[in-house]
């Protein structure tokens, strides 16, 4: 079974610094996707950014990108120049093409918090 | 466009109750996902619809859960015989259904069992 670790339940970050969040998967498979997800108090979920396993290349979408250490099953967010916006839950998440249903599988998440 | 939308946004009921929570998936979404977040267990995936073909119900906890996709696009997920440790947000989703592609989030509905 796929498990997906954040370990950092809570983080706090002043506005227009950076803040790095850890995530951890364990899987036996090559092929895999990762995601990040971000659950204001308004519960919706948006998707920040996405990583296919087969690309080298890290995934960036303009303040945020990942580092992807595939070897070590390890793949952080960064966020750089912080906003008050960016005050949510975030969540790390994976699937698994070929599981049949696609769905996610969610770390714990990380509750980050953007000082003023 | 629309995003995913889903009724009711909160919903409180007594334990023994049965609800129905509902979902509207993004208009040409082929697959439907239903999740649940508690506080104990986070986020826990329920049930996946994809256009005909047979659910995969392999995250329901109990077979007082279950759900149905009508013609297609709006799904119902009901719960018979509430217990207090289904209180939880309900969420639902969906995507293309083109294998591995985005999936949509609707704002939830925060189920409460007293």
């Known amino acids: 079974a796929q498990t997906v670790t954040q370990s950092q339940p809570e983080m706090s970050v002043q506005e227009a610094e950076t803040v790095t969040l850890s995530c951890t998967y364990d899987?036996?498979?090559?092929?895999?996707?990762l995601f990040w997800y971000k659950q204001p108090p308004s519960r919706q979920m948006i998707l920040v950014i996405r990583?296919?396993?087969?690309?080298?290349q890290n995934a960036t979408e303009n303040r945020f990108s990942v580092n992807f250490q595939k070897a070590a099953k390890s793949f952080s967010l960064k966020i750089s120049d912080s906003q008050l916006g960016d005050t949510a839950m975030y969540f790390c998440?994976?699937?698994?093409?070929?599981?049949?249903?696609?769905?996610?599988?969610f770390g714990k998440g990380t509750k980050l918090s953007v000082i003023p | 466009g629309a995003g995913v939308s889903q009724s009711p946004s909160n919903k409180v009921t007594e334990k023994g109750k049965d609800v129905e929570l509902r979902c509207d998936p993004i208009?040409?979404?082929?697959?439907l996902y239903w999740y649940r977040q508690s506080l104990g267990q986070g986020l826990e995936f329920l049930i996946y619809?994809?256009?005909?073909?047979?659910?995969?119900k392999s995250g329901l906890p109990s077979d007082r859960f279950s759900a149905e996709r009508t013609g297609g696009s709006v799904s119902t997920l009901t719960i018979q015989r509430t217990q207090q440790e289904d209180s939880a947000v309900y969420l639902c989703?969906?995507?293309?259904?083109?294998?591995?592609?985005?999936?949509?989030f609707g704002p939830g509905t925060r189920l409460l069992v007293l």
């Open positions: 989703a969906s995507s293309l259904g083109l294998r591995v592609e985005t999936q949509y």
């Open positions: 899987t036996s498979e090559s092929n895999y996707y």
């Open positions: 990583q296919e396993a087969y690309k080298q």
């Open positions: 998440a994976f699937i698994r093409p070929g599981a049949g249903s696609y769905q996610l599988t």
């Open positions: 208009s040409g979404h082929t697959a």
């Open positions: 619809f994809q256009g005909n073909s047979a659910p995969d």
